[in-house]
């Protein structure tokens, strides 16, 4: 039967979707299931005790577990619940034109959330023949289009056209319980701890595409080994089982000392704290048109020593701008000879609070937003709050 809105803004029936594709689906297959849980968290400290589920719009079974508890995070195929909710977020997994006009039928808010950079990767299927799983569809009608700020400026654009809507910039939203949940059952709870000597540089860029590639990370270490090889007992560079047998990639890092003298070492994919807790010391990062991520906070929570180029987390770790490599390779310097870890990690996590789920800053900005899709003449400003 269904269900007649009841919209009122001090409490909305909230649906976000997800897209298994297996079940039992694991956490750190990719980061789109982390921002629908980082995201219904959000919603849930709002004061306005918003009712907020997640939607799973394939036909997966969530029988057979999930990787969230689901008294937490109630999880429903999408089918179930779609002429009941007031606001569907449409984030993970597809959502047909039909779905959308079904629920603006009744009156309700339909809003299209996005986390990645889909131009840069629509441009590298179309270019290199990659499968994106499905021929890509942008249907009409959302009412509005929402995007965070590491993504808005290569892909914002390529949205608003495609789906006929200017782009909202949203705060970017992060929940530690994940990390911490990985590291629990880790030496020293997965915290970096106080080793010292020539120490162990981890890269952890997937390597997928040209966003986030390992071999600026490789080269600052590199110019650091020329001139401090006492600095550096290792670099492990991870996602490269693909690298390895590449003739460009080949072709180039054979010519970089620390492959030379047997110093580098390209290994398989891991997850990130099991990697960080048995044998890393220092993060060495490159990204392009991705300037925050994941990967930044999980490894300074952790109290790991981060050498990043991400201009919207300047203050965390040892950053460095665009492609200065010598820039990055004296920030790296610095970055292995910190010392007093337990402050570093402490003042990491204080920077990194802007972030978090319960900020009250970002649980007003997402009511403000929701606000917006009912009333029209709610207040715009969100964009410039956000560092767009």
């Known amino acids: 039967m269904i269900q007649a809105p009841r919209f009122t803004k001090a ?70 619940k779609v002429d009941e909710i007031d606001v569907l977020i449409a984030l ?66 390529f949205w608003s056209v495609l789906y006929r809507r ?42 997928h595409d040209v966003v986030k590639f390992c071999l600026y990370p490789l080269m600052i270490a590199e110019l650091v080994w020329r001139e401090h ?7 492990s560079v991870t996602n490269t089982e693909h690298l390895r047998t590449n003739p460009e990639f080949l072709g180039v890092v054979e010519h970089l000392d620390l492959v030379r003298q047997h110093r580098a070492f390209f290994e398989n994919r891991f ?18 048109e991705n300037p925050l991520n994941y990967a930044y906070l999980e490894c300074s929570w952790l109290g790991y020593p981060l050498v990043h180029n991400g201009s919207l987390a300047a ?4 950053a460095y701008e665009g492609f200065d490599l010598e820039a990055g390779a004296r920030q790296l310097i610095q970055a292995l000879r910190q010392d007093h870890l337990s402050a570093y990690r ?14 009250p800053g970002n649980v007003g900005a997402y009511d403000q937003l929701l606000d917006g899709l009912f009333d029209k003449k709610a207040p715009s400003a969100v964009k410039e709050e956000h560092a767009c």
């Open 11 to 80: 409490h909305l029936r909230i649906g976000i979707t997800i897209g298994l594709h297996s079940e039992n689906e694991d956490l750190w297959i990719n980061g789109i299931k982390q921002n629908a849980l980082a995201l219904a968290s959000l919603l849930n400290s709002s004061p306005r005790g918003h009712d907020v589920c997640l939607l799973n719009t394939t036909a997966v079974s969530l029988d057979a577990g999930l990787a969230w508890n689901r008294s937490e995070f109630p999880t429903f195929p999408l089918e179930d």
């Open 92 to 157: 993970g997994g597809a959502v047909s034109s039909d779905t959308v006009k079904r629920v603006r039928s009744r009156g309700g808010r339909v809003v299209v959330y996005k986390c990645g950079v889909e131009y840069i990767m629509s441009m590298q299927a179309t270019l290199f023949n990659r499968s994106m799983k499905g021929r890509p569809d942008y249907p009409e009608g959302f009412d509005e289009i929402w995007a965070i700020p590491q993504v808005i400026r290569s892909s914002g654009p």
């Open 166 to 207: 200017p782009v909202r910039c949203v705060p970017f939203v992060w929940d530690p319980r994940w990390i911490e949940a990985q590291a629990a059952s880790l030496p020293g709870h997965g915290l970096r701890d106080e080793r010292t000597g020539p120490l162990r540089i981890s890269v952890f860029e997937p390597n």
């Open 229 to 235: 090889p006492e600095l550096i007992e290792f670099v």
């Open 271 to 288: 997850t990130t704290p099991w990697f960080l807790a048995h044998h890393t010391d220092v993060v060495v990062s490159h990204q392009w």
């Open 315 to 318: 203050d965390l770790g040892f």
């Open 346 to 359: 402490e003042r990491q996590r204080s920077r990194i609070a802007r972030y978090l789920c319960n900020h």
